[in-house]
């Protein structure tokens, strides 16, 4: 198959996995995976499984990038914050379905290779922070929405306090170690006025959430 089909190919096998929002396959077909991917890997770039990036972290599968956008149900008004940045993959996929996303990552070499990513792509829209994202980004609360590219036991509450009455996070929760990767399940959490409703959707495995900073950040 040559590179250019290689993209649509994707899109097609991710409608026949039942991801049919157009908006959400548009903006995965106009994501060059390729740019998020390690040399080595590129010539896997569309192939729908998760890759190795650096500092030992993931890309994720473009399946559960795609599923996770579908259930954040955005908006052109929406500013998104996503905790994880690893490759940027996910952000650059959610940035024109938004106004803004706001994404956080712990380790600094991942986030400047990400930052240098949105900058080729011209996504303005996104804005970075080197932290633990765990304690969310309070200058910039609240929002409309909340993705966890990483997995939680429990979601934190102070997050689910950053959440706009109404908003939606999303985020996988269970156990990670290897023989408990399918103990994860992505759960989607909606802020009502004084009260989260909470639905339990597909199971995943993603990496550990990891508290505080990493040595070199
Ligand atoms: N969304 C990414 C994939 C993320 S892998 C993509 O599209 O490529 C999960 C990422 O979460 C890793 O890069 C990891 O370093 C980061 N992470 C883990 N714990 C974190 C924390 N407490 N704060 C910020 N980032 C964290």
């Known amino acids: ?7 649509i190919a994707l899109i097609m096998a991710l409608r026949k996995q039942g991801i049919l929002d157009r908006r959400v396959l548009s903006a995965i077909e106009r994501t060059p995976r390729e740019m998020f991917v390690e040399q080595p890997f590129q010539a896997s770039a569309y ?7 650096a500092c030992g972290q993931t890309i994720s599968q473009p399946y559960i990038v795609a599923y996770v956008t579908e259930q954040l149900e955005l908006d ?19 940035a ?7 994404t956080i990552e712990r380790h600094r070499p991942l986030l400047k290779d990400a930052e240098a990513r949105f900058a080729a792509l011209k996504l303005h ?13 309070a200058e910039q609360e609240p ?4 993705l966890l590219t990483a997995a939680v036991v429990e979601v934190p509450q102070i997050l689910i306090n950053q959440l706009k009455p109404g908003g939606i ?3 996988p ?3 990670f170690a290897p023989t408990e990767s399918i103990s994860q399940h992505l759960v989607k959490i909606i802020r009502t006025d004084g009260a989260t409703t909470s639905e339990t959707l597909i199971p995943v495995a993603f990496v550990p959430m990891v508290p505080g900073l990493p040595r070199e950040a």
Not at 47 to 53: C, K, M
Not at 76 to 94: C, F
Not at 125 to 137: K, Q, S
Not at 143 to 146: E, L
């Open 169 to 171: 996070l999303v985020a």
């Open 76 to 94: 052109a008004k929406h500013r998104v914050l996503e905790i994880g940045t690893g490759s940027g993959y996910q952000a650059a996929v959610l």
């Open 173 to 175: 929760v269970g156990g």
């Open 143 to 146: 929002f409309d929405r909340i």
């Open 125 to 137: 829209n996104i804005v970075t922070r080197c932290g633990d994202g765990l304690a969310g980004w």
């Open 1 to 7: 198959m040559s590179e250019d089909h290689r993209p």
């Open 96 to 102: 024109p379905l938004c106004r803004m996303v706001y």
């Open 47 to 53: 192939e729908n499984h998760a890759l190795p990036i």
